[in-house]
Nanobody, 123 residues
Framework: QLQLVESGGGSAQPGGSLSLSCEAS????????LAWFRQAPGKEREAVVC????????FYEDSVKDRFKTSRDNSKKTAYLQMNKLTPEDTAVYYC????????????????WGQGTQVTVAS
């Protein structure tokens, strides 16, 4: 079993930056891929980016791949999402998810989820 706790997020102006963290407790974090999803109001939850167990990211959302970076520190059981050059279209609740050995854009492939953290981008 794994529990994920997200931190970070909040509000930013367009062009600004925010950083999210996702800290795991329990066993197995370093064996699994870790994905970031987001859900904007009235929209489906969508995959943003996934990082493999030993690193190496796969971006599923083209609009962010030149602006967002993800990393992980398995010794700290923590993953990070650095978001730069934010736009209002990035406004959403962001979730981290794990429990799948492979990266996937399919939310149903992941067994463990963080509680979600709100990111709001507005001037």
């Amino acid at each position: 079993q794994l529990q994920l706790v997200e931190s970070g997020g909040g509000s930013a102006q367009p062009g600004g930056s925010l950083s999210l963290s996702c800290e795991a407790s329990g066993y197995g974090f370093d064996y699994y891929a870790l994905a970031w999803f987001r859900q904007a109001p009235g929209k489906e939850r969508e995959a943003v980016v996934c990082i493999r167990d030993i690193g190496g990211a796969i971006f599923y959302e083209d609009s962010v791949k030149d602006r967002f970076k993800t990393s992980r520190d398995n010794s700290k059981k923590t993953a990070y999402l650095q978001m730069n050059k934010l736009t209002p279209e990035d406004t959403a609740v962001y979730y981290c998810a794990t429990g799948n050995y492979q990266c996937s854009p399919d939310r149903w492939q992941f067994n463990y989820w963080g509680q979600g953290t709100q990111v709001t981008v507005a001037s």
